[in-house]
């Protein structure tokens, strides 16, 4: 139990005394950056998407008219 117990209270103290955390402006910075870096991803993905689809369609239907 000792264990647990020394555990929490250095994980504590490392959590308040040693980690670096980020200010407000940082922490809006970074969440604008993933917001825009998904919104990227995302569209970047819908294109595919529907360009891979718009694709097997002209396929099936070459294949269908054979």
Do not use: C, G, H, R
Request: proline letters at 2%.
């Amino acid at each position: 139990m000792s264990s647990i117990s020394s555990f929490i209270k250095e994980s504590y103290n490392e959590l308040v005394n040693k980690v670096n955390w980020p200010t407000w402006a940082e922490l809006q910075e970074s969440a604008l950056i993933v917001l825009v870096s998904s919104i990227i991803i995302a569209l970047v993905v819908f294109v595919m998407d529907t360009a891979f689809s718009k694709i097997m369609e002209l396929i099936y239907q070459l294949v269908s008219n054979i």
